[in-house]
């Protein structure tokens, strides 16, 4: 036997008897990886990140986003099984209605009967941190979405990033906080860390904010009836919001 091929069977004895010795390779299944690591989370940041919500939404997805307020989650809001997935997500009552956001003064204005509100009291409200209640318009026509409920919430918020994402998505989107009901809103993604495995995708604008006032969400203000109005909820933006309607002579409903 020549010299190399001594050296050869030398060296493979030598390898197979110190094998056991070399690490063994991890080999990770898709089934056994974690769903938060298989969650997609994107920065607001990201030049393709209006894109990408955009087709989360189109594939009846629920999203996480963040709005001038809280962070919430969103889906199509005429989307039957969107909005269903939405409420599971949440652990919402059924009963308990969700508002939609849009991105303009005349998208409120199709989504919502708003014929009574001029564009000067609404043009002064939003953009901004308060829900408008309007009766529905029938373009808003699906089942799902507040069921029994005649009236609408309407949001346009001060976020850019979700102002371009209602433009390019050319829907309402169904918006409410991103939290399980009876929890609270939440400031940061990793708030709602828990919910993640069940979201199409997470946008991550930062953190929103530093107190715990901001948590109070955005101001619902009743508006659905012609020279009056009526609070639902404080929010941020009660004395601000109820000093403006005033203005126009708005009152207070007793």
């Known amino acids: 036997m020549c010299c190399v091929s001594r050296c050869l069977m030398f060296s493979q004895r030598i390898a197979t ?15 056994t990886l974690t769903m938060k690591e298989t969650t997609k989370v994107f920065s607001t940041r990201d030049i393709e990140a209006i894109e990408r919500a955009v087709n989360f939404l189109s594939l009846g997805k629920v999203i996480a986003l963040p709005t001038d307020t809280v962070y919430g989650l969103g889906c199509s809001a005429n989307n039957p099984k969107a909005i269903q997935q939405l409420y599971a997500i949440k652990e919402r009552n059924e009963l308990k209605p969700v508002a939609i956001c849009v991105a303009s003064v005349a998208d409120l204005r199709h989504w919502g009967e708003a014929d009574h509100l001029s564009d000067a009291l609404l043009n002064e409200l939003l953009p901004g941190a308060v829900t408008i209640v309007v009766r529905k318009s029938p373009h808003l026509n699906n089942q799902e979405l507040n069921p029994g409920e005649s009236r609408i919430g309407i949001r346009i918020t001060k976020s850019e990033f979700i102002q371009k994402v209602c433009a390019a998505f050319g829907s309402p989107i169904a918006l409410t906080s991103a939290n399980k009901s009876a929890t609270k809103s939440t400031l940061n993604v ?4 828990d919910l993640w495995p069940q979201l ?5 604008g930062g ?36 000093s403006i309607v005033e203005k126009y002579n708005i009152h207070l409903k007793l």
């Open 17 to 31: 008897a110190y094998a056991y010795l070399l690490p063994k390779p991890i080999i990770r299944s898709v089934s």
């Open 200 to 204: 199409g995708a997470v946008f991550d």
């Open 207 to 242: 953190l929103l904010g530093q107190s715990e006032e901001q948590r109070a969400a955005s101001t619902v203000i009743d508006l659905s009836e012609p020279d009056c109005y009526s609070i639902i909820r404080a929010g941020v933006a009660v004395e601000r919001t109820s």
């Open 190 to 193: 990793l708030e709602f860390e």
